[in-house]
């Protein structure tokens, strides 16, 4: 097995329901410092504690899962799951472990470069969560 290094831009959706910051304009991990929480509390994806306490899991000894992607004939990966540990390992110059989603193919256009609807909230702004990230990723790959 051989590892893949490199700078990769990858396509994120953050909504109000999974991101402190679509919520209050603030990212929580600019706000908590130290903090604790019974580890077995479930917190809910835009909990001010959310992200501080999956920042602490992804440098701590615990190992997390790589985050499946998919390739995009854009040249962009699109992140399936685990939007905030991208973006956390955006803000904090992490390097995110990815993994290709082969199940899932390649797709033409990411959800940015695809022109796909984009949805307005209340106030009658364009959602603001579908962004590009420049994350330093690491990939294995099979020999």
């Known amino acids: ?14 909504t109000k329901s999974n991101c402190y910051y679509m919520n209050h304009g603030v990212c929580s991990l600019s706000i908590v410092e130290d903090f604790f929480i019974d580890p077995g509390e479930r917190l809910p994806q835009n909990d001010l504690f959310y992200c501080p306490r999956l920042y602490a899991q992804m440098t701590g000894k615990n190992t997390l899962r790589p985050v499946p992607v998919v390739p995009c004939d854009c040249g962009h990966l699109q992140i399936i799951s685990g939007h905030q540990r991208a973006c956390i390992s955006q803000r904090r110059s992490l ?24 949805m307005r909230d209340k106030e009658g702004r364009e959602d603001a969560g579908k962004r590009i990230l420049l994350l330093h ?6 020999d």
């Open 137 to 142: 990723a690491r990939a294995e790959m099979d």
């Open 95 to 118: 390097t995110l472990p990815v993994r290709v989603d082969e199940s899932r193919g390649e797709r033409a256009f990411c959800a940015v470069c695809g022109g796909q609807t984009t």
């Open 1 to 14: 097995m051989s590892e893949l290094k490199g700078k990769v831009e990858a396509t994120v959706q953050l």
